[in-house]
């Protein structure tokens, strides 16, 4: 086993010399992956990557994490000034998935861009139960030339609302725009945490 420092820290990182075959395949993989998707976001539907965690004897939240970071990272190019605000424009587009419903309400349409507004409603049985909810999705538009970041999100419980800051602004009649909301590479830094909960009684 060969040993690397690690950056910022004065703790080994050990390596065994039998991944390197194994570690090379995955990044020959990723690559002809890369290629292959052309730099668009394509991302398996849950149900293959079930199929193959189960196939394989993996956690399927940390496999559909994994496949989610193989999406292409969002560019900023840095802050943007919106200008004045020309206008409010509503959309009401809504669609429920998975017990949740999922409603663009409004764009705010400003002289150098526009937000999309958005709110998440859980509305399952265990709804009541739910303390916070967390999106892993951002917003896109099938039209090309537009460049979308996020612009905050609130909430608590089951629901929440977030915001889209999309450049150029988008057109007036937005009967002519196509929107969806698709996995974010962006979201979450880290893979699903397994919590256990230590709540026995302890006498010493």
Known sequence: ???SWSQGSMFKVGYMDELQPIDRAIAELLAKR?????????????SLVEGWAKEFGMDPALLFWTFRHFTPRRRVN??????????IVPLMQRKTV??????????????????VN????????????????????????????YQVMPHGTQGGG???????????????DMGKVEFALVPDAGAGGRPPM???????????
């Open 1 to 3: 086993m060969s040993h």
């Open 34 to 46: 890369e290629q292959c998707a052309q730099g668009k976001m394509f991302v398996p539907p849950r």
């Open 78 to 87: 840095g802050p943007v000034d919106l200008g004045e605000l020309q206008g």
């Open 98 to 115: 998975n017990g949740c419903t999922y409603t663009l309400t409004h764009v705010e349409q400003f002289l150098n861009g526009s937000i």
């Open 118 to 145: 958005l709110i998440a409603s859980l509305e399952t049985p265990e709804a009541a139960q739910v303390s916070r909810l967390e999106l892993h999705l951002t917003l896109a538009i099938k039209t090309e030339g």
């Open 158 to 172: 089951a629901q929440l609302t977030a915001r889209f800051l999309v450049t150029p602004p988008l057109p007036t």
């Open 194 to 204: 397994i919590v256990r909960e230590l709540d026995d009684p302890v006498v010493f």
